[in-house]
């Protein structure tokens, strides 16, 4: 056997192929700066940042419980809900009327939104059935993987949009009237830029076509849907098709049974807000909730500079906060504990 000190290359003998350099910095040599541990350097850094979490944390707390929000649900306000919600045909129009008042005036720009609990979206199958190749505005035939079932018809007439998350999007109209003394305003509701700006002009593509119904001939809408996707914004063409705000932020599937979409913005023309007093809304109901068990809520709701009304983040650093503080006590009282043995062992 050889001695191993025969292996290593001599001066002036080739190095093989697989010996790095000599070189500092593949022999991992390079000067590197290695932080000094000391109980300063680690009590300071756990107070620190405990400091700056809380008091970020209580800020986020006090500007979400600034917002002005009113729920109100109305899942059961339906005077034809149960022939409604039990029917296999869904061709009876149903409309409520929910009364509220809002004793003090919510200010700011206020939005709208629809919730619903106990609907999940989180489910695998659900979250896949989708094409990204058809909201780029491609050919329908091409792009059925991931749809299934909600692709085709029987006879074979492609679904546009495919997928069983278009074919389950939220179709309730909602409106808001304001009582002012006598007469009855209807309040303006905004249901444009309402999505991002990435997903109406890079994820959202329409097929390239002059007028609206040839970009979709030889397709139909989603069995659930109560008229084609060219037609979901008949007033306005630019914000139509697959390019429609209310359609886009629907895709956007949520990681919790409950969830919250935006709808509209309100667009108040004589107060910055909405005032007190007594207000209606005139919904269509025309999306099911009784087959899995759910609630339907509408929300008036203003936002902060953090988001809307969701206190986890708040919460988070507030425990984030808490957590390093408290670790920081910890290792106090251990060095102190441990220093004051030592004096004594010395002594």
């Not at 679904?159 to 209807?186: K, W």
């Not at 849907?225 to 914004?233: A, E, I």
Request: charged share 20%; aromatic share 14%.
């Amino acid at each position: 056997m050889k001695n191993k000190a025969s292996f290593v290359p001599q001066e002036g003998e080739v190095r093989s192929s697989r010996c790095p350099d000599n070189s500092a910095f593949k022999q991992q040599k390079l000067p590197a700066w290695k932080p000094q541990l000391t109980i300063a350097n680690v009590l300071s850094s756990f107070f620190l940042t405990g400091t700056f979490c809380l008091t970020v944390g209580v800020c986020l707390i006090l500007s979400t419980n600034s917002i002005g929000e009113i729920q109100i649900d109305y899942s059961d306000k339906c005077s034809d809900l149960k022939l409604r919600e039990n029917s296999s045909s869904w061709n009876k129009e149903c409309y409520c009327s929910v009364n509220f008042t809002l004793k003090e005036g919510i200010l700011g720009e206020v939005f709208m939104y629809y919730g619903l609990q106990n609907f999940y979206e989180n489910h695998r199958r659900y979250m896949i059935s989708r094409s990204d190749a058809q909201f780029l505005g491609r050919k329908f035939s091409l792009y059925k993987s991931y749809c299934a079932p909600f692709t085709t018809y029987r006879n074979g007439t492609p679904m546009a949009p495919c997928g069983a998350i278009a074919n389950s999007m939220f179709n309730d109209i909602v409106d808001l009237f304001y009582s002012l003394n006598s007469s009855v305003i209807q309040v303006p509701l905004l249901k444009t830029g309402n999505s991002w700006w990435t997903d109406k002009n890079v994820k959202f593509r329409n097929p390239k076509s002059y007028s609206l119904s040839p970009a979709f001939a030889g397709t139909a809408s989603p069995p659930y849907w109560q008229k084609p996707v060219y037609l979901l914004d008949e007033e306005d063409e630019r914000s139509n098709r697959y390019v429609n705000d209310y359609f886009i932020i629907w895709m956007q599937v949520s990681a919790f049974a409950t969830l919250r979409n935006l709808y509209r913005r309100i667009r108040w023309i004589f107060a910055d807000g909405l005032p007190a007093g007594n207000y209606t809304f005139h919904i269509s109901y025309n999306f099911r909730v009784s087959r899995f068990k759910g609630r339907k809520h509408v929300i008036l709701s203003t936002v902060v500079r953090s988001g809307g009304s969701n206190p986890f983040l708040g919460i988070a650093y507030v425990v984030s906060g808490t957590a390093a503080t408290l670790m920081g006590f910890v290792i106090t009282a251990i060095h102190l504990k441990l220093r004051k043995k030592k004096t004594y062992f010395q002594k």
